[in-house]
């Protein structure tokens, strides 16, 4: 039979066999996304194709597709960051892609709003507004992590506290967008507020013994420290940030916690805050390309 003449159903059957096959070798579903197309279209006599882009075979883009429909959008996803953003009091996920050269993008395709609610919030300057910060935010934290500038980059206490801070900020829009109790929220989104902070102030040259005496949880001080050293810091944002934030060491044995809005602004707080520090170390600045420019308006 003519590989391309294969059912839908073949195709399937082929696809999941050499997906259990190279699972059971211990190839990870991320490497496994790449390999099984590969493998399968090796199996179907295909040696040399074009992979992307004009000339690409449909039977590939079968493969692939029947690859995709095994698994949930969220098993495949190749660890971009995600954040969140408010919509009134509900939280949806921005989930910013990896993307190569220049291309250009639209924001209101990378986050899990429904169509009515894309709709209405362009028809809503302020809390569209709200959304092309939090998703500029967003991406200057995965892009610009990943490509911090000499010194910052060999500096390994800077690396690993805004590499912890992007991990706890995950947390918290995990929790947000994922149906828990979002209070849960808040103690990620505190620590990945203090650790961006404690980022900005080793790559001043600080040790790590030395920020934990000097500055403790001291989010104030911290904030000063940075704005001493960097003129284009944003400190003043910082400042009504941390402000309306809970305090850290209190906030881990109160009673009850901020209400679900105060959760999210947050949460978004602490998004901005560590997207400030990663501009500060790296080249990028997501807003810098916008067109036409949108000044920032959020956190007000």
Same mark, same amino acid.
């Given at each position: ?14 696809v999941?066999?050499?997906d ?5 070798? @211990? ?8 390999d ?16 992307? #882009? ?18 949930? %959008?969220?098993?495949?996803?190749? /660890? /971009? ?26 924001? &209101?395709? &990378?986050?899990?709003l429904?169509?009515?609610?894309l ?5 809503e300057?302020?809390?569209m ?14 892009? /610009? ?5 000499l ?9 690993? &506290?805004? @590499? ?8 918290a ?24 902070? %404690? ?5 001043? @040259? ?6 934990? %005496? ?5 989010? %104030? ?6 704005? @001493? ?12 940030v ?6 850290y ?14 959760? #999210?602004?947050?949460?978004? /707080? ?14 990028r ?5 916008l ?10």
């Amino acid at each position: 039979m003519n590989p391309d003449q294969q059912s839908d159903e073949q195709l399937l059957y082929l696809v999941g066999q050499t997906d259990a096959e190279l699972f059971r070798k @211990g190839v990870d579903i991320k490497r496994r996304s790449w390999d099984v197309p590969r493998v399968a279209m090796q199996r179907l006599g295909y040696d040399n194709y074009v992979m992307s #882009g004009a000339g690409k075979p449909a039977i590939l883009e079968r493969i692939e597709k029947a690859f995709s429909s095994i698994y949930r %959008k969220q098993d495949l996803a190749m /660890g /971009g960051h995600i954040g969140v953003f408010m919509y009134r009091d509900v939280f949806a996920r921005i989930a910013v892609p990896h993307l190569y050269g220049e291309v250009r993008i639209n924001p &209101f395709e &990378f986050v899990e709003l429904t169509p009515v609610q894309l709709r209405m919030i362009q028809a809503e300057l302020e809390e569209m507004e709200t959304y092309i910060d939090q998703f500029t935010d967003v991406a200057d934290i995965q892009y /610009g992590i990943s490509e911090l500038n000499l010194p910052f980059a060999k500096m390994e206490l800077v690396a690993r &506290f805004i @590499g912890l801070a992007r991990l706890h900020l995950h947390a918290a829009a995990a929790i947000l967008t994922g149906g828990y109790d979002y209070r849960g929220a808040v103690q990620s989104a505190l620590l990945a507020t203090e650790l961006a902070l %404690k980022s900005a102030v080793a790559a001043q @040259g600080r040790t790590e013994p030395e920020i934990k %005496k000097e500055f403790g949880h001291d989010f %104030k001080a911290l904030t000063d420290c940075v704005a @001493g050293a960097w003129t284009s810091f944003d400190a003043t944002r910082v400042r009504r940030v941390i402000a309306r934030q809970p305090e850290y060491v209190p906030n881990r044995y109160a009673p009850t916690q901020p209400a679900r809005r105060e959760v #999210g602004h947050t949460v978004m /707080g602490a998004q901005f805050v560590a997207a400030e520090v990663v501009r500060q170390m790296s080249d990028r600045n997501f807003r810098a390309n916008l067109s036409p420019q949108i000044v920032r308006r959020y956190p007000v």
